[in-house]
């Protein structure tokens, strides 16, 4: 894996599905030393700065990894707009660092329909009047 420090593994997937519009955490990110001590202890968590790491936070205790806004499958923020989040997560203990590649896809989701038409219209006294309604899915 090309690891190199004591930072021995990580457990996560290379890849994470994400529905758009969620909010909480993505995924806890998980690592351990090989000290024999329980996992993420003395290991702290950042993510590499740039591209797409810049619109995820990650505490650097516990290794949960969020957007740092809500993401919109219509409206992709990835650098290169194909809803697939590309970030690297570092992973650090006394004794170096390692890093993890992720791929956060951001999924889909039925979105409620909205209305866009105008909500008052205006017409003559015993004329015809023909209102169109659009509902947009």
């Known amino acids: 894996m090309g690891f190199t420090s004591k930072v021995h593994e990580y457990q996560i997937l290379s890849a994470i599905e994400f529905t758009e519009n969620e909010i909480g955490s993505v995924t806890d990110v998980d690592a351990n030393d090989g000290d024999s001590g329980s996992k993420d202890v003395g290991i702290t968590f950042s993510l590499a700065s740039g591209g797409d ?52 896809a951001v999924t889909d989701a039925n979105d409620a329909p909205q209305i866009t038409s105008s909500a008052t219209t205006d017409f003559a006294e015993n004329g015809t009047y023909c209102f169109r309604c659009t509902i947009n899915r």
């Open 53 to 104: 790491n810049d619109l995820f936070a990650i505490d650097n205790s516990t290794g949960v990894l969020t957007f740092v806004s809500s993401p919109d499958y219509e409206v992709p923020t990835d650098a290169n707009t194909d809803n697939y989040y590309e970030i690297t997560v570092i992973a650090t203990d006394s004794d170096g660092s390692t890093n993890k590649n992720i791929t956060i």
